[in-house]
């Protein structure tokens, strides 16, 4: 019995390891939408999940913290996005399968660095 429930235990963690690693987050400079190697590292990781798992769905979200300019915040979330579906396709993946979302600009973010990020999810169809 023991060794039934072994196997299923370890057959259940296999079936988990298919699914690709759902979110990605690519952090910014404060006021920058420019790249570094660390920011182009995870998004060629996700880039990669995306092509193992065609048919999921690559959602693509921009946020940056509101400052004084809320217009100007809400303008760094959009070209975030975009830089970053960018280089998801540039990357590799299908530009019909990017979705980009900005998000509002909040200053209820847990913090600074927090606000200044693109966050990457592969969805299921």
């Keep these: 019995m023991r060794r ?3 196997v299923l235990g370890l057959s259940l963690l296999a079936g988990c390891a298919s699914e690709p ?3 990605y987050v690519v952090f910014f400079a404060n006021s920058s939408v420019e790249l570094d ?3 182009r590292n995870v998004i060629a990781e996700a ?3 995306a092509q193992k798992h065609a048919s999921h769905i690559v959602q693509v979200e921009g946020y940056a913290g509101a400052g004084n300019d809320l217009s100007a915040d809400a303008l760094l979330a959009v070209q975030r996005a975009k830089l970053v579906a960018q ?3 540039d990357d590799g993946v299908s530009g019909d399968r990017i979705r980009q979302t900005p998000r509002a600009p909040s200053s209820t973010e847990g913090s600074t660095v927090g606000s200044r ?3 990457i999810e592969l969805v299921s169809p």
Aim: glycine share 0%; aromatic share 0%; no cysteine.
């Design 4 to 6: 039934l429930l072994t």
């Design 21 to 23: 690693p759902r979110k």
């Design 37 to 39: 190697d660390a920011s």
């Design 47 to 49: 880039s990669a999940q």
């Design 87 to 89: 280089q998801l396709h």
């Design 117 to 119: 990020r693109v966050e």
